[in-house]
């Protein structure tokens, strides 16, 4: 058959249709997707207090004194994400945002401070506690164990200013 058969034609032009209509649906598809109204309010529900005291400037961190981002994992497990935060002190602190606790000193405006579940120090034991270099600068979350462990223990990795 050549393409100049009534049959082809037609056939070609219902093709043409289909097509246009399938590329209709999928573009009207996504654009209810995209108008939804799905707007999301950020609200702050909890706060961490910080020593400003233990910066050079009393107020707040410069850029040699800046700490790591707070990890937000499920640390322990138990399939509820814990908070885990290095300080200034030096120290790490895993915090449980699952239980937090209103009206204590530092929240405002419903505001909740975080339980904590768990801290450690950075510093060295049995140096006198020295504090040089002791600062973490990077954090990081993982496992070591292949996932194919059923059992496998997550481990909290704390890079220093000294690198130890």
Same mark, same amino acid.
């Given at each position: 058959?050549?393409?100049? &058969?009534? %049959?082809?034609? @037609?056939?070609?032009?219902?093709?043409?249709?289909? &097509?246009?209509?399938?590329?209709?649906?999928?573009?009207?598809?996504?654009?209810?997707?995209?108008?939804?109204?799905?707007?999301? $309010?950020?609200?702050?529900?909890?706060?961490?207090?910080?020593?400003?005291?233990?910066?050079?400037?009393?107020?707040?961190? @410069? $850029?040699?004194?800046?700490?790591?981002?707070?990890? !937000?994992?499920?640390?322990?497990?138990?399939?509820?994400?814990? !908070?885990?935060?290095?300080?200034?002190?030096?120290?790490? +602190?895993?915090?449980?945002?699952?239980?937090? !606790?209103?009206?204590?000193?530092?929240?405002?405006?419903?505001?909740?401070?975080?339980?904590? +579940?768990?801290?450690? @120090?950075?510093?060295?034991?049995?140096?006198?506690?020295?504090?040089?270099?002791?600062?973490?600068?990077?954090?990081?979350?993982?496992?070591?164990?292949?996932?194919?462990?059923?059992?496998?223990? +997550?481990?909290?990795? !704390?890079?220093? %200013?000294?690198?130890?």
């Amino acid at each position: 058959r050549s393409s100049s &058969d009534p %049959h082809v034609l @037609t056939h070609l032009r219902s093709m043409r249709d289909r &097509d246009a209509g399938v590329l209709l649906v999928c573009g009207l598809a996504v654009f209810l997707a995209l108008e939804s109204g799905n707007d999301y $309010d950020v609200k702050k529900r909890w706060v961490l207090e910080l020593k400003p005291t233990l910066y050079k400037n009393g107020r707040f961190a @410069t $850029d040699e004194e800046r700490l790591p981002k707070p990890i !937000v994992d499920d640390l322990d497990g138990d399939g509820l994400n814990e !908070v885990l935060v290095a300080t200034r002190e030096p120290k790490l +602190k895993i915090l449980d945002p699952q239980h937090p !606790v209103s009206g204590l000193h530092g929240a405002k405006n419903g505001e909740m401070i975080l339980r904590m +579940k768990a801290e450690t @120090t950075l510093l060295s034991k049995g140096v006198g506690n020295v504090r040089s270099g002791r600062q973490p600068v990077a954090m990081a979350v993982g496992y070591l164990d292949p996932a194919t462990d059923k059992h496998r223990k +997550k481990f909290v990795v !704390v890079l220093t %200013h000294d690198w130890t």
